[in-house]
């Protein structure tokens, strides 16, 4: 059976077709590269190229060899496209449609569904700041978090990332919540068939993910996600600042304009960046750090951003992680004597919990009148928070 492995000129003309003006930044940046630059992060964007990324075809019935190609993606970056996934062009459509919706209705209203302690609900522009050390703003982009819906007649619902989510008024968005969960349950099957791949890969039995105890009862989250402006990496201006996800698997829809970067090797001197360009019917997915922690490091959880070019952007990152008391510890096939698990065993729900604290505003946050005080970069600025 051939394997689909997209060549790089196909990638870079279709993604320049869609992304209108992804071609220019890719022009200005290697011009930059002959001019005098001192700071670092000029340096690191200096060389930016596109990705070649593995595609995995999840009909593809010899489930061994797509794992074996899958390993492989895994081992390099982490980073892979998956095609005939099965989720419809039309519900991709409606969700990409309803979310932008969503997004053009007036800020009050918006802001009525503002996230709350259990992250669902409406992020506005700067509300996370990935990489405070390189950001001088939070991202440019407001977000809409849907989560697992666990009813209230389940023993498990005030646990913390289950419970219920949080809908814009029916009358202002009819349909968007239906929308939206069609998009989720989608969005979960595929993620339960790339997880059973990533067990074979790792030689474990093809259900090892895919059961009751870690995929049983999934913290599995939709995001929404509106980006806008220019990205200035030399200023500290993202659309997304670097980060490298906190869960298991993310598959990540976009409009196809042009912005995701990833960064293979952090620890390089110089950082590399690559464009991931989008492709028609194929979901970009990458590897969160609860899989590097499972793989003892063997499987990569790589670091990434969004630069923004001046137009509109949309995306819908879809996070997987496994059930909220899920312990993720080193796989038995990923130590051995010589090669003792890394990282110490972690809570799921704790893990995560950590993780979004760290990069998110905290809701009673706000509600303060001096945001000055709650938010490190001082140049921070809410041009929602009206007072
Ligand atoms: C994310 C992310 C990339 C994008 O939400 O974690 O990396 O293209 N998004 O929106
Ligand atoms: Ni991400």
């Not at 209108?20 to 690191?44: G, P, R």
């Not at 509106?226 to 980060?243: L, N, Q, R, V, W």
């Amino acid at each position: 059976m051939q394997m689909p492995y997209y060549n790089v000129d196909y990638i870079a003309t279709h993604s320049i077709m869609k992304g209108s003006n992804a071609k220019d930044i890719l022009v200005n940046n290697s011009n930059k590269e002959m001019s005098e630059m001192q700071t670092k992060n000029q340096v690191e964007d200096s060389i930016i190229q596109e990705s070649l990324l593995t595609c995995i075809d999840l009909a593809n019935s010899d489930l061994h060899q797509s794992a074996l190609l899958l390993k492989k993606a895994c081992l390099d970056s982490g980073f892979f496209y998956v095609i005939n996934h099965g989720i419809s062009k039309e519900v991709t459509d409606k969700a990409f449609e309803q979310s932008k919706k969503f997004f053009a209705l007036p800020s009050e209203e918006k802001m009525k569904v503002l996230k709350n302690e259990k992250h669902r609900g409406y992020t506005p522009l700067y509300d996370q700041i990935p990489d405070p050390e390189n950001q001088v703003q939070g991202d440019h982009k407001e977000g809409y978090y849907i989560g697992s819906e666990v009813p209230r007649d389940d023993p498990q619902w005030d646990r913390p990332f289950y419970g219920l989510n949080t809908w814009p008024n029916p009358d202002v968005l009819p349909g968007w919540r239906e929308t939206m969960e069609e998009y989720h349950q989608e969005a979960l099957r595929v993620c339960k068939a790339i997880a059973k791949l990533l067990a074979l890969s790792l030689d474990l039995d093809a259900d090892y993910f895919d059961s009751p105890e870690m995929l049983g009862k999934p913290i599995s989250t939709l995001r929404l996600l509106h980006y806008e402006g220019i990205s200035d990496p030399s200023k500290g201006i993202y659309g997304t600042g670097a980060h490298s996800d906190y869960g298991m698997i993310t598959l990540l829809a976009t409009d196809g304009v042009m912005g995701l970067q990833i960064c293979k090797d952090r620890n390089a001197k110089l950082q590399k960046w690559e464009y991931v360009p989008s492709i028609e019917g194929a979901i970009v997915v990458n590897l969160g750090d609860m899989m590097e922690r499972w793989s003892n490091g063997l499987f990569r959880s790589t670091l990434h951003r969004v630069i923004l070019n001046g137009q509109s952007r949309y995306s819908i990152p879809f996070f997987v992680e496994p059930n909220h008391d899920c312990i993720i510890e080193c796989l038995p096939t990923c130590q051995s004597e010589n090669n003792l698990p890394k990282y110490p065993a972690i809570k799921c729900s704790a893990y995560l919990t950590q993780r979004y604290e760290e990069s998110h505003l905290k809701f009673s946050s706000y509600k303060k009148t001096n945001l000055s005080e709650v938010c490190s970069p001082p140049s921070f600025h809410y041009p929602w928070f009206s007072s």
